[in-house]
């Protein structure tokens, strides 16, 4: 079979949702359920075979690198059942080329049991698992049809997870309410095991005039449209990333990967951030419906950012598009004038232009809704940021951080050296007299 062009991208993701919007819960702020009213005429949430190997072979031929991952998501993925993921597997294989194939799968965990973990295991999937916090916290949104909460089944699919010895991260929602919370939240995360969390901000508006009928507000639109009760608050997102910063920098560096912070040392490197959302031009990252309809982004999933149809037309020419490129460019040009002195710019680049709508001024063009927030957050990191830096251009392991910061707090409180039974500022974890003091 010949080779399909390569895209102007060497490399490019799509984020596959084989099951649409279809999905087991009923979490209250989730902003993809609704889209199931797009696709009326299509099979409910549910990929074709036929169309996964399509999709599969000319994802793998038009990226130019030796890797290649496919990211599965939903809705819920799980419900389409082992049989459409083995499916998946041999056609990876098949089309594989020799490149390196990889999975990331995002699941609430519900439907986990032996025999997923067993599978997930045996083909080395990334699992990411939806979880918002404790009990408490996890059951005020993220609910089944039924309207229970969904903690109890989580944790169960989690320690399926454990048994197998499946890699797993957790997705936790920062919404109006478990923003104010942000120890409690990542101290969980960190005792059930996660050793790399991402921390997505929950922000969407209700539309004054549903279109299509949806009832949030379509990203772009200028007219005034009021965030939702859910959406969380942006000085409070900031003191949430902050809070949970200050704990990670002072124990768990090396230990665990915070997305956000990881993200935040590469701009400070001097490299582009590798999110989507703090790029300076996107448009690399789409997101690719059950029924072949490929999306510019995961979160414009409307009509009007339909790229196309992969049934009718090849991915690399809907990669390469004139509606694929200006979407992405348009990120950079409708950047606001007060982002461009921004001395923080350098790492968020305006944030997504989903989050983009209020107003400045006489500038017409939007500014993040985040803005307060992330501004807050990277202006309190900056210092740790560039040691860590530092570190790493010294050829030293970033996890330094932490002695100095235990020398910072000591001299903060007066203190030439902690107390006996304190832990000891070299970071061994063991009490101080037991580890340098033991000679003192």
Same mark, same amino acid.
């Given at each position: 079979?010949?080779?399909?062009?390569?895209t102007?991208?060497?490399?490019?993701?799509?984020?596959?949702?084989? !099951?649409?919007?279809?999905?087991?819960?009923?979490?209250?702020y989730?902003?993809y359920?609704?889209?199931?009213?797009?696709?009326?005429?299509s099979?409910?949430?549910?990929?074709?075979? *036929?169309?996964?190997?399509?999709?599969?072979?000319?994802?793998?031929?038009?990226?130019?690198?030796?890797?290649?991952?496919?990211?599965?998501?939903?809705?819920?993925?799980?419900?389409?059942?082992? $049989?459409?993921? #083995?499916?998946?597997?041999?056609?990876?294989?098949?089309?594989?080329?020799?490149?390196?194939?990889?999975n990331?799968?995002?699941? &609430?965990?519900?439907?986990? $049991? $032996?025999?997923?973990?067993?599978?997930?295991?045996? =083909?080395?999937?990334?699992?990411?698992?939806?979880?918002?916090?404790?009990?408490?916290?996890? $059951?005020?949104?993220r @609910?089944? #049809?039924?309207?229970?909460?969904?903690?109890?089944?989580?944790?169960?699919?989690i320690?399926?997870? #454990?048994?197998?010895?499946?890699?797993?991260? /957790?997705? /936790?929602?920062?919404?109006?309410? =478990?923003?104010?919370?942000?120890?409690?939240?990542?101290?969980?995360?960190?005792?059930?095991?996660s050793?790399?969390?991402?921390?997505?901000?929950?922000?969407?508006?209700?539309?004054?005039?549903? /279109?299509?009928?949806?009832?949030?507000?379509?990203?772009?639109?200028?007219q005034e449209?009021?965030?939702?009760?859910w959406?969380?608050?942006?000085?409070?997102?900031?003191r949430?990333?902050?809070?949970?910063?200050?704990?990670?920098?002072?124990?768990?560096?090396?230990?665990?990967?915070?997305?956000?912070? *990881?993200?935040?040392?590469?701009?400070?490197?001097?490299?582009?951030?590798? @999110?989507?959302?703090?790029? #300076? &031009?996107?448009?690399q990252a789409?997101? @690719?419906?059950?029924?072949g309809?490929?999306?510019?982004?995961d979160?414009y999933?409307?009509?009007?950012?339909?790229?196309?149809?992969?049934?009718e037309?090849?991915?690399?020419?809907?990669?390469?598009? *004139?509606l694929?490129?200006?979407? +992405?460019?348009?990120?950079?040009?409708?950047?606001?004038?007060?982002?461009? !002195?921004?001395?923080?710019?350098?790492?968020?680049? +305006?944030?997504?232009?989903?989050?983009?709508?209020?107003?400045?001024?006489?500038?017409?063009?939007?500014?993040?809704?985040?803005? !307060?927030?992330?501004?807050?957050?990277?202006?309190?990191?900056?210092?740790?940021?560039?040691?860590?830096? &530092?570190?790493?251009?010294?050829?030293?392991?970033?996890?330094?951080?932490?002695?100095?910061m235990?020398?910072? *707090?000591?001299?903060? !409180?007066?203190?030439?050296?902690?107390?006996?039974?304190?832990?000891?500022?070299?970071?061994s974890?063991?009490?101080?007299?037991k580890?340098?003091?033991?000679?003192?």
């Amino acid at each position: 079979m010949e080779s399909a062009t390569h895209t102007r991208f060497p490399a490019y993701h799509v984020m596959v949702k084989p !099951a649409g919007s279809r999905c087991n819960l009923a979490c209250r702020y989730c902003f993809y359920l609704e889209k199931e009213a797009l696709f009326p005429d299509s099979t409910p949430g549910k990929m074709s075979v *036929d169309l996964l190997e399509t999709f599969t072979r000319q994802y793998i031929e038009t990226q130019r690198v030796p890797e290649i991952t496919f990211a599965w998501q939903g809705g819920e993925p799980t419900l389409l059942g082992l $049989d459409f993921f #083995k499916k998946a597997i041999e056609f990876q294989q098949q089309y594989a080329q020799g490149k390196h194939i990889q999975n990331a799968f995002q699941t &609430n965990g519900v439907l986990l $049991d $032996d025999a997923w973990g067993e599978f997930l295991a045996r =083909n080395g999937f990334l699992v990411g698992v939806s979880i918002d916090g404790p009990q408490p916290i996890h $059951d005020r949104y993220r @609910l089944d #049809k039924g309207g229970q909460g969904t903690f109890t089944r989580v944790m169960r699919g989690i320690e399926i997870l #454990k048994k197998h010895g499946v890699e797993f991260n /957790t997705l /936790t929602c920062v919404q109006r309410q =478990n923003a104010r919370q942000p120890l409690e939240v990542y101290r969980f995360l960190r005792e059930i095991g996660s050793g790399y969390m991402q921390f997505i901000p929950v922000v969407e508006r209700t539309a004054e005039t549903p /279109t299509e009928g949806l009832a949030l507000a379509v990203p772009g639109r200028t007219q005034e449209a009021p965030v939702t009760d859910w959406s969380v608050n942006p000085e409070e997102y900031g003191r949430f990333l902050c809070t949970v910063f200050d704990e990670w920098v002072r124990t768990d560096v090396s230990k665990v990967y915070v997305q956000l912070v *990881d993200i935040a040392l590469e701009a400070w490197m001097g490299m582009e951030p590798g @999110l989507c959302i703090f790029r #300076k &031009n996107c448009g690399q990252a789409m997101a @690719l419906e059950h029924d072949g309809s490929l999306y510019a982004c995961d979160h414009y999933v409307y009509p009007q950012y339909c790229i196309g149809n992969l049934t009718e037309t090849p991915l690399q020419i809907l990669v390469d598009s *004139d509606l694929q490129r200006e979407f +992405g460019e348009a990120k950079l040009k409708t950047l606001p004038d007060c982002c461009q !002195a921004c001395p923080v710019r350098f790492t968020c680049h +305006g944030d997504c232009p989903k989050h983009r709508f209020l107003k400045t001024g006489d500038d017409q063009r939007p500014l993040s809704y985040l803005c !307060a927030g992330y501004k807050m957050f990277f202006q309190h990191i900056d210092p740790h940021m560039r040691f860590m830096a &530092n570190e790493l251009q010294e050829q030293r392991p970033p996890a330094n951080i932490m002695a100095h910061m235990r020398q910072m *707090d000591l001299q903060a !409180a007066g203190k030439t050296q902690p107390a006996p039974n304190e832990p000891c500022i070299c970071g061994s974890g063991k009490k101080f007299k037991k580890c340098c003091g033991r000679n003192d």
